[in-house]
């Protein structure tokens, strides 16, 4: 039998042709939760104002033991209108299109350094030299993290994720939110340039943002901002890697790879099950009757390769128009930063198919090792013989 975290999708195409929406249990108290795995489905849901992700709100009276920091646990993605409204509002400008261009000479300046130091013909990995440290340098210097401190902000940061360690989550949670916290005091003495100290004007200006509103769209943008795309990069050379003809059809054609980039994103979802949203009032859902307040899981891996919206899902076909997928969620909570990810995907894509033209698998695609979360899909290690 395959295990699930080395291909989700053989499960999930079982489970959609069966019912796109279905209840299941959940631990050992009798509740349960809604699966979302149809495409059509998963749109809709994406932008039901009936699905809240006021989590503060659903959790307040449940009596949870877990010590998540305020500002990680009440984060912007667990808000609704106006309050998420608001915050988007303040980060917006920073991922626009032209923002980002702007951003476009480091991002390839900090690839090529990191490329400089592959040996070639020598094996390494890919996720460890390339798609952890280019994300998480280009955020942080997008907010103003020292260099000194980016290795702490990166342990953390993979914490967070740490499936299973509820614990663990919960110390990375206070590490970072207290970084932060003194970080935006060092910036308030001595104001720069960077997003953050942007943030801090607001906050301190007439958009009144709380403190805790500040250090809590801070930890959001350092974390979100690099680990999904972490996760991007690792899955989109994965895919390149296993399919030579069209590894070879980008390199001879750098151009499209803007383009390729959607289905890349399709075919290997970097967020498998869009953050948590539960229920205000019961609805139907894909002919299933949802009741109120329940939770409600929307897995946009499987929504990405329902064949009732793009044929051949398990293909990787690069002249496909994939810009429907919903890799980047959908609706008012689509991710702010999807402009950043595929500047920084098509820079680093683009590198290594120009730069080694000889790239392989070091490996059998069925020894890599998964990360074990509900939330992400990416690889622990990527070796790679340059």
């Not at 709100?57 to 984060?75: C, E, T």
């Not at 064949?307 to 496909?320: E, S, V």
Request: with cysteine.
């Amino acid at each position: 039998m395959t295990d699930p975290t080395q291909d989700p999708y053989a499960t999930y195409a079982a489970m959609r042709s069966a019912c796109p929406v279905q209840a299941v249990p959940t631990g050992s108290g009798g509740h349960i939760n809604y699966l979302v795995l149809g495409y059509a489905e998963a749109r809709q849901a994406l932008a039901d104002p009936r699905l809240s992700k006021d989590t503060a709100a659903f959790f307040a009276d449940k009596g949870s033991r877990r010590r998540l920091h305020p500002a990680v646990a009440h984060n912007m993605l667990a808000t609704d209108p106006p309050h998420h409204t608001r915050l988007r509002k303040l980060v917006t400008k920073a991922f626009t299109t032209g923002a980002v261009a702007e951003l476009r000479p480091f991002i390839a300046q900090t690839t090529d350094r990191l490329l400089d130091q592959w040996p070639l013909g020598e094996q390494i990995d890919l996720v460890a030299s390339l798609a952890v440290p280019l994300p998480v340098i280009v955020i942080c210097e997008l907010l103003g993290v020292p260099e000194t401190d980016r290795p702490d902000v990166q342990r953390w940061s993979a914490q967070l994720f740490a499936a299973g360690k509820p614990d663990l989550i919960d110390e990375a949670s206070h590490s970072m939110a207290e970084y932060m916290t003194g970080l935006i005091a060092a910036k308030r003495s001595r104001p720069g340039g960077s997003l953050l100290d942007g943030l801090i004007a607001a906050r301190d200006g007439e958009d009144r943002l709380s403190e805790e509103e500040l250090v809590s769209l801070a930890v959001l943008l350092l974390v979100a901002g690099h680990e999904t795309t972490t996760n991007f990069l690792g899955n989109a050379a994965l895919a390149l890697l296993q399919h030579p003809t069209e590894q070879e059809r980008l390199r001879s054609k750098p151009e499209s790879i803007p383009a390729a980039l959607e289905e890349l994103l399709r075919f290997d979802s970097p967020v498998s099950t869009a953050t948590f949203r539960y229920t205000t009032e019961a609805i139907t859902l894909g002919g299933t009757e949802i009741p109120a307040n329940v939770p409600v899981l929307i897995t946009l891996g499987a929504a990405n390769r329902d064949p009732q919206r793009f044929p051949a899902p398990d293909q990787l076909d690069l002249n496909r128009e994939a810009t429907g997928h919903l890799a980047f969620g959908h609706g008012i909570h689509r991710c702010v930063g999807a402009p950043l990810a595929r500047a920084e995907a098509d820079i680093a894509l683009r590198a290594i198919l120009t730069r080694f033209p000889r790239l392989r698998l070091a490996v059998p695609a069925d020894q890599l090792e998964w990360r074990r979360t509900r939330l992400v899909r990416g690889l622990v290690a990527l070796p790679v013989n340059a």
